[in-house]
């Protein structure tokens, strides 16, 4: 191996060792911290509601709140994003025209830039009154199902999960739309020129040769949009209304707080070691979460090449 090409690999293997390394150290670094809190809690952390840190020598909190909050706003925002990105980007790379697919792309691409704090007042000044009419009947008409029941902040359709959830889409959309063009541009030309040739309909040329090519590339982009739900921060400390009594009811019409969301609203308790350690705890709870989803979307591209 010629001296150029043996400092090339040296070096890319140590970025990729790094790089594993420095992960490993932020899981370590947030389960030290987080010990002394955890044996000092008066609750079950996994499945109490309560949160009390006030008091370091009474500590008492529990994540249970905080993963349904979490979970439910990046199911909404996931549910409402991956049609409305696949169809976007089935538009600019099997419809639109060239002079209009980049343009538009760029407008898309755009959305990215925009800071999380204007997209939560926008959420919650202008698209949660718009959204009220649309919560209202969503409630009244499938009420009986658990996940669309009458919330504890209710009868205000501001500030919730609901409300959340459909900003956090917007702000997803451009990372799932990119990555999705981008794969389903390199749909290999020979396939959709031998569909086309066999007298398939655009439509069908898209679910015969370029769905099936980028469903792992559309999966992934998921994946990442799913992150970036799960750690989205001062947007929806800036939309979600605290529930009357403190606790989440298990809907969409519901406050609450997320993992992120409560601890950028507490930092004020960081000033002690072991209220902190509380939050600590919350961030490696959060931490393991979307380590688990990015594997399993890995594993789910794995497996899809190997098909």
């Known amino acids: 191996m010629r001296p150029g090409d043996r400092i090339f690999k040296n070096l890319t293997t140590g970025a990729g060792v790094f790089v594993v390394?420095?992960?490993?150290?932020?899981?370590?670094?947030?389960?030290?911290?987080?010990?002394?809190?955890?044996?000092?809690?008066?609750?079950?952390?996994?499945?109490s509601n309560t949160w009390?840190?006030?008091?370091?020598?009474?500590?008492?909190?529990?994540?249970?709140?905080?993963?349904?909050?979490?979970?439910?706003i990046s199911l909404v925002a996931l549910i409402i994003a991956m049609p409305i990105s696949l169809g976007i980007a089935l538009f600019l790379t099997q419809y639109a025209p060239r002079r209009l697919a980049r343009p538009f792309a760029y407008v898309i691409d755009l959305l990215a830039a925009v800071p999380s704090i204007i997209f939560g007042l926008w959420?919650?000044?202008?698209?949660a009154p718009q959204l009220a009419p649309v919560a209202q009947w969503i409630?009244?008409?499938?009420g009986f199902i658990p996940i669309f029941g009458k919330g504890n902040v209710f009868p205000n359709y501001s500030g919730t999960i609901f409300t959340?959830?459909?900003v956090?889409?917007?702000?997803?959309?451009p990372i799932i739309t990119s990555l999705?063009?981008?794969?389903?541009?390199?749909?290999?030309?020979?396939?959709?020129?031998?569909?086309?040739?066999?007298?398939?309909?655009?439509?069908?040329?898209?679910?015969?040769?370029?769905?099936?090519?980028?469903?792992?590339?559309?999966?992934?982009?998921?994946?990442?949009?799913?992150?970036?739900?799960?750690?989205?921060?001062?947007?929806?400390?800036?939309?979600l209304f605290i529930p009357r009594g403190g606790h989440f009811d298990w809907t969409i019409f519901d406050g609450g707080a997320t993992f992120a969301s409560q601890?950028?609203?507490?930092?004020s308790e960081f000033n002690n070691p072991t209220s902190a350690g509380a939050y600590i705890a919350a961030g490696l709870v959060l931490f393991v979460l979307t380590f688990l989803v990015n594997f399993a979307a890995r594993a789910v591209i794995g497996k899809k090449k190997g098909d």
């Open 168 to 173: 956090v889409a917007v702000m997803v959309l």
């Open 180 to 239: 999705s063009r981008e794969v389903f541009e390199r749909t290999p030309t020979t396939h959709v020129e031998g569909a086309l040739a066999l007298g398939a309909t655009r439509w069908e040329v898209i679910r015969t040769t370029v769905l099936p090519f980028g469903k792992a590339g559309y999966i992934g982009a998921s994946m990442l949009g799913l992150g970036r739900a799960l750690g989205e921060t001062i947007a929806i400390a800036v939309i």
């Open 139 to 142: 409630n009244e008409t499938l």
């Open 164 to 166: 959340a959830g459909v």
């Open 21 to 47: 390394a420095l992960i490993g150290l932020i899981g370590l670094f947030l389960l030290i911290q987080a010990i002394p809190a955890l044996k000092a809690d008066q609750v079950n952390f996994l499945f």
């Open 123 to 127: 959420g919650i000044l202008v698209l």
């Open 52 to 72: 009390d840190t006030s008091d370091p020598n009474n500590l008492k909190f529990g994540i249970r709140d905080l993963f349904l909050v979490t979970v439910y």
């Open 263 to 267: 601890i950028a609203a507490n930092y």
